[in-house]
């Protein structure tokens, strides 16, 4: 249909600018209804420049692999500063992979905001944020 060239063209052209963008530092893809493989798509060039600091995907449906893709990268960072991923339907036990992948961040003092809300919090969820204590869902 139209409207689905359109969007693949706005899509193709936005994962072109995000490859070019090597020294992007914020990046906001909320409540944009990809798909969580469109999402990796935009997500790993960005990822490959190794510069950004602050990342919200809040209300977009994250899946095994595209957790997978958000850990590996940000699990070497020191300096990430933040993340937001509320509503994005995450699981405990990847949700649980998402924070221990921003320890090195968060030991340093860099993280300053966390926004995991309206995802389904268990017990462990909830033990690691009162153990991290300067962080808050």
């Known amino acids: 249909?139209?409207?689905?060239?359109?969007?693949?063209?706005?899509?193709?052209g936005c994962k072109k600018l995000l490859k070019a963008a090597s020294q992007l530092e914020e990046l906001?893809?909320?409540?944009?209804?990809?798909?969580?493989?469109?999402?990796?798509?935009?997500?790993?060039?960005?990822?490959?420049?190794?510069?950004?600091?602050?990342?919200?995907l809040s209300g977009?449906?994250?899946?095994?692999?595209?957790?997978?893709?958000?850990?590996?990268?940000l699990q070497p960072l020191e300096d990430f500063q933040c993340l937001a991923?509320?509503?994005?339907?995450?699981?405990?036990?990847?949700?649980?992979?998402l924070l221990q992948s921003l320890e090195a961040s968060a030991k340093k003092g860099a993280l300053k905001k966390l926004d995991i809300s309206s995802n389904k919090l268990g017990d462990e969820i909830q033990a690691v944020l009162e153990e991290a204590g300067n962080l808050s869902k």
Do not use: M, T, W
Not at 35 to 56: D, M, N
Not at 61 to 73: A, F, G, M, Q, R
Not at 85 to 97: A, P, Q
């Open 1 to 12: 249909s139209f409207e689905q060239q359109i969007r693949s063209q706005e899509y193709f």
């Open 28 to 56: 906001s893809l909320n409540c944009c209804g990809l798909a969580p493989v469109e999402l990796i798509a935009l997500l790993e060039p960005v990822f490959g420049h190794k510069k950004l600091r602050s990342l919200s």
């Open 60 to 73: 977009n449906k994250l899946d095994k692999e595209s957790v997978d893709l958000i850990v590996n990268y």
């Open 85 to 97: 991923i509320s509503d994005c339907s995450l699981e405990e036990d990847n949700l649980s992979r």
